[in-house]
């Protein structure tokens, strides 16, 4: 059967036929897909709590099987931060621990019904964990390659899952050019490069729509550090404006680290690209992206929606990574960064009115260790 959609560059809106492995444009640019998602209600309510429930909202063939965990619908639970209601999305309980497993499940369920055989994938942790799950579901080899510093329990966790660890020494650049490089020869299965993965995401979105009742959100309060989350959800509310789903789409809040903020320097000052900065380590490890390779469409979402970038302390994020362990929920660091952005976003302002969605990313039994001096 052919397929249901092209790649397009993001930069050039060049088109190309799928192609195993081809990841980015010739012009440099990164590639979206060209596709035309559907949603019928009663299908999807019919459904089992997964995010294989918006099948027709999803680019993977009509004949080929899905490869899952169980992965999706995760709960939408309603709290207070000074005393303003916020909704928390738990996407720390997917099965390997992150958000990344709604991008993993479908990228690697394309892969299957190309007929790949193995992969590459660069990450600090939780991407590449997710894409080593999805890979030993399938039965693919995969080589993940991580930055030396990664964080012992996200090692244990890909090498548990029977991929080829590959430590790269350096930072997670120097990650994500081996990565590319060992890409010549074999599918790049890139949460950042591959648009399947951000096709995964848009299931946030998908899923907080069902949950509110079928409406979107006033503002969305996430991180970015290479900006998939954000992305896929901006996508996802996107594709539910033009299927008359929702009537408006929400206000897109970025939240990065003080100590590596190439797009909320770049909002700052009025630029449309990421600016150049020098990455320093951080608590929040997940987003300290120092050149996030969509960063441009990231900050083109911010703006298009009215939102704005918060750049967080790490004293901010231990605080915060503190607070909320102390309300029942076991979150990682970067998690932390998050919800320490969401209170900053909170106490500028009248916000009462607002209906606020933002999310717990991975789950602090993934980062033991810097735990271990926060708590």
């Given at each position: 059967?052919?397929?249901?959609?092209?790649?397009?560059?993001?930069?050039?809106?060049?088109?190309y036929a799928p192609d195993a492995l081809r990841w980015r444009c010739d012009c440099g640019g990164p590639l979206d897909l060209a596709f035309q998602p559907r949603f019928d209600r009663r299908r999807i309510a019919g459904r089992g709590p997964t995010l294989w429930r918006y099948r027709e909202a999803l680019?993977?063939?009509?004949?080929?099987?899905?490869?899952?965990?169980?992965?999706g619908y995760t709960p939408l639970l309603q709290g207070r931060v000074g005393g303003i209601p916020v909704w928390l999305k738990q996407d720390h309980l997917f099965p390997t621990g992150?958000?990344?497993?709604?991008?993993?499940a479908l990228l690697i369920s394309q892969a299957v019904a190309m007929g790949i055989d193995r992969v590459v994938e660069d990450s600090s942790g939780n991407a590449g964990a997710a894409i080593a799950a999805y890979c030993a579901r399938a039965g693919l080899a995969c080589d993940i390659y991580v930055p030396e510093a990664t964080s012992p329990a996200k090692l244990l966790q890909?090498?548990?899952?029977?991929?080829?660890?590959?430590?790269?020494?350096g930072d997670r650049q120097a990650a994500a050019a081996a990565a590319q490089q060992a890409a010549a020869t074999t599918f790049y299965a890139s949460h950042v490069w591959n648009p399947f993965f951000m096709h995964g995401c848009k299931t946030f979105a998908?899923?907080?729509?069902?949950?509110?009742g079928q409406r979107a959100p006033d503002t969305l309060v996430l991180p970015v550090g290479n900006g998939t989350l954000l992305l896929g959800a901006a996508l996802g509310f996107d594709e539910l404006l033009a299927a008359r789903q929702v009537d408006r789409v929400p206000r897109l809040i970025g939240v990065q680290a003080a100590s590596c903020a190439p797009l909320a320097l770049a909002s700052a000052s009025g630029a449309s690209a990421p600016q150049p900065v020098e990455a320093h380590a951080s608590l929040a490890e997940g987003?300290?992206?120092?050149?996030?390779?969509?960063?441009?469409?990231?900050?083109?979402?911010?703006?298009?929606?009215?939102?704005?970038?918060?750049?967080?302390?790490e004293e901010e994020i231990a605080a915060?990574?503190?607070?909320w362990w102390r309300h029942g929920f076991a979150l990682e660091p970067t998690a932390g960064a998050t919800l320490a952005g969401l209170g900053r976003y909170l106490s500028a302002g009248d916000h009462a009115r607002e209906v606020i969605v933002s999310a717990i990313t991975g789950h602090g039994l993934k980062a033991g260790q810097a735990l271990a001096g926060l708590l």
């Open positions: 059967m052919a397929a249901a959609y092209q790649l397009v560059c993001a930069r050039c809106a060049a088109r680019p993977l063939p009509a004949e080929a099987t899905p490869i899952h965990l169980g992965e992150s958000y990344k497993d709604r991008g993993a890909i090498q548990g899952y029977g991929a080829t660890l590959r430590r790269v020494p998908f899923e907080v729509w069902e949950q509110l987003i300290a992206i120092a050149a996030p390779a969509r960063g441009e469409q990231v900050l083109a979402a911010v703006q298009r929606t009215g939102g704005a970038f918060i750049a967080v302390s915060a990574t503190r607070l």
